[in-house]
């Protein structure tokens, strides 16, 4: 298999791996790493300070050797590395091989020892075997031409090793054990939140039903996995809030549209009878379909303006409100032309960023809402000011009405709701609604409240 075979299928058998078994083997490799490092570092410690005693009792024996004999020949000084429990064997070596005596000595020449006897190298340690015995020798210098080697038996120190190796190396399986456990437990306890996450996502595509939420820890044990649970939260109370509001809209919608509906199939079905009728009865009976046909058209156009979330970036642009309140009045008076209407705006320019024909949508409904309510000639007041309590303008549209009851205050800006003493006016209840939601597009705040003396009030704030 090439190479890239090989990372391929290196790839995919990690994308098919859960993340809590990737997370696992991660941790896992991690402590195991440390565990058998620090071993292995420790193996090397012991190790390496057993030798260096030994080689300490080397280096003391070589110079007691030196002292007692200072001026031997060539060949075996004492000592005798058969045995534990002896002291440590020296024989000297000459530098030219023609020097040595006719018997072999006890401890073995290597080439090396023959260039420190000649000084041409510094001394050195060794590992040998003597009589089948593990040992440690030295080769020193002596006097010219020759070089002491100095000898020790090794097995309590191999035997050291040995130990100490078993341990560790029992130890580093215990570690890598242990590392294993704690990579499971890191991987429940670690990745929990977004189990639940998980599941509580399937129940939902599942059920279809956004009301589950996660269930996250106390205060004050946040972490990254607990904050995305809670924007998840957030999220699905969102999203049944969209749910919630779109079956509303949907019932509400279908319960308004069912009555012109029913209205406009009866006037259908009479004039198709028009032969029967009067030419009287007739003109009544267009005038009627007409006359609902609007109100259809009208309330399906405000369902699609209302199905928009968002205004479109590209036609925003600099609106003068002056110009535009001015313009949205005149309009209002001609449709409402027994409501007078008083304007005042500032006079200098007050420019917000906008979509003209939105915002002309936005004032059209509050000025037609403030009319339809007004009674016995009083006005419809506007008002523009430049600066508001938040620094930005502020319009408010007032009537001189009946003013909102405390109790339908909550709901005035509620699709398709109408107050009781709404009910008989003209409207699909859905102006106001159309008109908070244009204004949130544009950063600003709609609200209504009491006027003082009677009527209603609403502020536009932005």
Known sequence: MSGAGRRRLGGAWRRRRPLRTRLALAVTAAVAFVAVGVCAAAFVVVRSALYQQLDLSLTQSARLAAQREPGAAPGTLAG????????????????????????????????????????????????????????????????????????????????????????????????????????????????????????????IAATRDPRHRIELPPPGREDEITRLAGSFNTMLGELEQSVTAQRRLVADASHELRTPLTALRTNAELLARGD?????????????LGRQLREVTGLVNDLI????????????????????????????????????????????PVVVPGVPSRLSRLLSNLLDNAAKFSRGGLPVEVELIAGGPGGGAELTVRDHGPGISAADLPYVFDRFYRAGAARALPGSGLGLAMARQIARAHAAELTAEAAPGGGALFRLTF
Not at 319 to 328: D, K, N, Q, S, T
């Open 276 to 288: 029967r009728l009067t030419p009287d009865q007739r003109e009544r009976a267009s005038a009627a």
């Open 305 to 348: 303006e209302l199905a928009r979330d968002e205004e479109p970036q590209p036609l925003v642009e600099q609106v003068r409100l002056g110009a535009l309140v001015e313009h949205c009045a005149q309009a209002a008076r001609t449709h409402w032309p027994d409501v007078p209407f008083r304007v005042r705006v500032p006079d200098g």
């Open 80 to 203: 005798e590395c058969r045995f534990l429990a002896a002291p440590a064997c020296a024989e000297v070596v000459a530098a030219d091989p023609a020097r040595d005596p006719g018997a072999p000595g006890l401890l073995p020449v290597a080439p090396a020892a023959r260039e420190v006897a000649a000084g041409r190298r510094a001394p050195f340690y060794t590992n040998i075997t003597v009589s089948g015995y593990p040992a440690r020798m030295l080769t020193t210098d002596y006097a010219k031409g020759r070089a002491l080697q100095v000898a020790l038996r090794a097995d309590t120190v191999e035997d050291g090793i040995e130990d100490a190796a078993r341990w560790l190396v029992a130890t580093a399986a215990a570690g890598v054990l242990l590392a294993a456990v704690l990579g499971h437990w890191v991987s429940r306890t670690g990745l929990a939140p977004v189990t639940r996450l998980t599941a509580t996502a399937e129940r």
